[in-house]
């Protein structure tokens, strides 16, 4: 679900308090995009064992979204509402961990990274590295990510739930109460992936129909 980019930080984060009193609503974690959706990030260097290095940064989460998505942490740790961690310190994944030198995500743990375009060049510590998670599409090839904890709620929220129907029954007058229908958009899992596949699947459909045609072109040789 996308909120508003207009919702002020304090609104955003009453109605994550809202929605976690939702029915059937079981977590609620936020991040600047979700995963499969390709983040709304960037590339930039950051210098480690191995010197500089390109991989993707910007990439926002808020408390609770690896566990969320269960992605295992594999060394480190972060605290539960990311105040500790915010503008200071980054979460690598495993292969930004390879990427970088680091002789394994333990190792990484208490090291100083400097640069990054979103950085704004200062030093940040890695407190945790976990487990890498696909942030692109299947057909794109992964890139080493870099994350930073954020603690205030972030654009684009994530609900888990038991009952989707009477969450998504109490959700709309929820939303009405705090933004247009028109500004805030909501979309299940599957109807995520159906949406990022559409393409793939329309171009699918023409090329199966381009080979019946191509086939019975070839059958109409063989008999004429």
């Known amino acids: 679900m996308d ?30 995009d979700i995963p499969g959706r390709n ?21 926002q989460v808020g408390p609770g979204f690896f566990e969320f998505y269960g992605v295992p942490l594999l ?5 539960a509402d990311h105040r500790a961690e915010q503008d200071k310190a980054l979460v690598l994944e495993r292969s930004a961990v390879a990427a970088l030198g680091f002789a394994s995500p333990q190792d990484a743990i208490g090291r100083s990274l400097r640069g990054g375009q979103f950085h ?13 998670i696909r942030l692109e599409s299947t057909r794109e090839p ?10 205030g709620p972030l654009r684009s929220l994530s609900l888990k739930t ?36 559409e393409q793939d699947r329309r171009l699918g459909g023409l090329i199966a129909v381009a080979a019946g045609v191509a086939l019975l072109m070839a059958c109409i040789g063989i008999y004429a």
């Open 120 to 132: 704004e060049g200062k030093d940040r510590e890695i407190v945790a590295v976990v487990e890498d």
């Open 3 to 32: 909120v508003p980019e207009d919702l002020s930080a304090e609104a955003q984060a009453a109605l994550v308090e809202r929605l976690k009193q939702l029915p059937g609503v079981q977590a609620v974690t936020s991040s600047s």
């Open 75 to 79: 060394a480190g740790r972060l605290s």
């Open 39 to 59: 983040f709304l990030s960037g590339f930039g260097e950051l210098s480690g064992p191995k010197g500089p290095v390109s991989l993707r940064v910007g990439n």
């Open 142 to 151: 992964h890139q080493p990510t870099v994350f930073e904890p954020m603690a």
């Open 162 to 197: 038991s009952d989707p129907a009477a969450t998504r029954a109490a959700l709309v007058p929820l939303l009405q109460q705090w933004a247009d229908d028109d500004s805030v958009e909501v979309m299940s899992v599957a109807q995520q992936q159906a949406r990022q596949y």
